[in-house]
């Protein structure tokens, strides 16, 4: 592969290598800092729209207050409601695997929430030796595929998300623990909102399909043919020439847009130990096709759009939500961020640290 290229007359080089045609690409030459100059912000902005995931590799300087400093440059970060664990930090979210479930189901992150978070940045720490993966899966592309019956079908429907443990409304795919497992982070809180299917991205301007195992029912359907209808959707969103496979080391940095991916951990790798850290960057209220808002149904202020504080209390110094996921993922909670360019190198003026 081609290393990274330097002007020494001119503003610095990304190498960008997307590592499918549909989604993904790795960054190459940038140092991720807090005081990163706007212009390259702004590139990275545009290569995670095009792109919808970033890789970036080698960014082991970046401890927990340096990863939630780098992230606030994206926009104001969110930290989750209370934590099941009383001496965990209000910013620090522990999963650990003698007493957490494993993540094995596609989802964007908190789609129970009306603005559910758009960005999500994070870092691997400890991998284990095999297995950990991470997929993606490209929603708006997925949107793109359906043929026009089925577009028309999709931008027709709402679909109520929600965090609470419902035998008779759970996925096949979701067990009873990881449901119970995801309320249980959240504080035992309940949450649902009403989502349109297909909702407009605020900067692109492009349409994906809003699903994933948060999904409980379609207002208007049987519980039977909501299960139907989820699987058709999400069979187009899974397909296997619609996602990027991760193999995660130790000093990685990730960032996606949770607005238009959905993502699934592998769960390969044993007993083994896995940590990540994560950052979301709050969202918007996601809009349908007709114009018509996503919708709170429950929760513990519905007037709040999202679980952002509406202060920054003191976290230790870090005003933002930094999760530490030991070994195994719930599935509760992910991610994302924003914009692109043509071609393989992305060029912006300024310095990079």
């Not at 212009?39 to 545009?46: C, D, E, K, S």
């Not at 909501?226 to 990685?252: C, K, M």
Request: net charge negative; charged share 20%.
């Amino acid at each position: 592969m081609t290393q990274q290229q330097t002007n020494p007359s001119g503003p610095p080089v990304l190498e960008v290598l997307p590592l499918t045609p549909i989604i993904g690409a790795e960054i190459r030459g940038l140092r991720l800092s807090a005081d990163l100059p706007a212009p390259a912000i702004a590139a990275l902005r545009t290569l995670i729209a095009r792109h919808k995931v970033v890789f970036l590799r080698q960014q082991e300087h970046l401890d927990d207050a340096a990863q939630t400093a780098f992230a606030r440059q994206l926009g104001d970060l969110v930290r989750h409601p209370p934590q099941h664990d009383a001496q965990t930090s209000p910013a620090l979210f522990e999963e650990v695997s003698a007493h957490d479930g494993r993540a094995g189901q596609w989802h964007s992150t908190a789609t129970f929430l009306p603005a559910y978070p758009k960005y999500t940045v994070l870092r691997g720490v400890v991998i284990p030796p095999t297995g950990g993966d991470t997929i993606w899966a490209n929603t708006t592309a997925a949107y793109q595929s359906l043929p026009p019956a089925l577009k028309r079908l999709a931008e027709s429907l709402r679909a109520v998300h929600s965090n609470a443990d419902d035998d008779a409304t759970r996925l096949p795919s979701a067990s009873g623990a990881e449901n119970t497992d995801c309320a249980g982070h959240l504080g035992g809180t309940t949450f649902q909102t009403e989502h349109p299917v297909v909702r407009l991205h605020p900067e692109t301007g492009e349409q994906s399909l809003l699903l994933g195992s948060f999904v409980r029912r379609i207002p208007g359907l049987s519980r039977a043919d909501t299960r139907h209808i989820h699987g058709l959707f999400q069979g187009f969103i899974t397909a296997p020439e619609n996602t990027v496979r991760w193999r995660w080391q130790a000093g990685d940095v990730v960032i996606c847009d949770n607005r238009a991916t959905q993502h699934v951990d592998v769960d390969d790798y044993g007993e083994a130990l896995r940590i990540l850290r994560r950052v979301t960057v709050d969202g918007d209220i996601p809009v349908g096709v007709d114009g018509r808002k996503s919708i709170a149904i429950a929760g513990p202020d519905p007037d709040r759009s999202s679980l952002a504080p509406p202060d920054h209390p003191d976290d230790g110094a870090t005003g933002c939500e930094v999760h530490r996921t030991i070994a195994r993922t719930a599935g509760c909670g992910v991610f994302d961020v924003p914009f692109v360019t043509d071609g393989r190198v992305a060029q912006f003026s300024g310095s990079v640290p």
